[in-house]
């Protein structure tokens, strides 16, 4: 599969370039995110971890673009951006709808013969779980009432009516592909499985998020954190200790 650099680079954000590390961690954002939430991460891992992040379409430098209509779709297009960079030990961390981005994606990696080192779900349920949920089909208020709920949107961008006008479509478009997923036919990944939530998230309870343990033939853990959603704000180095662990046994 190849791929020219520009595509390339329209979807893989290398904040910290470390061309020594033994091992790649790919970071998929939640709905509505986009590559620089990953920022500090990237900032905090190299150069022992190279950090790529993941930039959908319709948002900051890619606002211009449609977004893209499922799940499925989405990691199709990842899938083919990553190309053949299989040189060294790749895992992946997703955080909500990039934990079920990053299962679809191991999926796609495992058919081709390369399964990801490890998947670090974050945030999310089991995808063979279901909530019927509808929050995409709320009018721009409810939407918005979302976001200050989960407290993932920063409260100064929430109150600029401009840049609410610039991202509620991909926002909205991320709510429709998350909350319309199913979990297509086919067996459970071989890589291992991390899973990281919150211990009051409102989006998986712990029992929802155990049955990530369906989804594996590996090894399968679960950490609880104090918090909500967005744990992972607080609980910034808990979370990059356990990701900083994974990742240097993998690299030996």
């Known amino acids: 599969m190849t791929i020219t650099s520009a595509e390339y680079d329209l979807w893989i954000r290398r904040f910290h370039p470390a061309p020594d590390a033994k091992v790649r961690l790919l970071c998929l954002p939640h709905a509505g995110g986009s590559a620089s939430f990953y920022f500090p991460v990237s900032a905090a891992l190299a150069p ?28 199709d297009q990842v899938y083919r951006a990553l190309g053949e960079l ?11 709808m ?3 981005l990053g299962f679809e994606l191991a999926r796609r990696l495992e058919a081709d013969g390369r399964p990801a080192a490890v998947l670090f779900a974050s945030g999310r349920r089991g995808p063979g779980t279901h909530r019927a949920e509808f929050v995409h ?13 989960l407290s ?4 100064a961008l929430l109150g600029d009516e401009e840049i609410l006008r610039m991202i509620l479509p991909a926002i909205r478009n991320d ?14 990944l071989s890589s291992p499985v991390v899973v990281l939530i919150g211990d009051d998230d409102p989006k998986s309870t712990v029992e929802e998020a155990k049955a990530w343990a369906e989804e594996t033939t590996g090894e399968f853990s679960l950490r609880v954190f104090p918090g909500g959603h967005f744990y992972l704000a607080t609980q910034q180095q808990a ?3 356990e990701i900083t662990d994974r990742l240097r046994a993998l690299a030996g």
């Open 86 to 96: 299989d040189d060294k030990p790749l895992a992946l961390f997703g955080h909500s």
């Open 152 to 155: 993932g949107t920063n409260t």
């Open 175 to 188: 709510y429709r592909a998350i909350e319309t997923y199913q979990r297509p036919e086919g067996g459970p």
């Open 137 to 149: 089909q709320r009018d721009d208020d409810g939407l918005v009432a979302e976001l200050k709920s």
């Open 98 to 100: 990039g934990a079920v």
């Open 48 to 75: 022992e971890i190279e950090v790529l992040a993941v930039q959908y379409p319709g948002r900051q430098d890619r606002r211009s673009e449609p977004s893209i209509g499922t799940v499925a779709e989405l990691a």
């Open 239 to 241: 979370v990059l200790g």
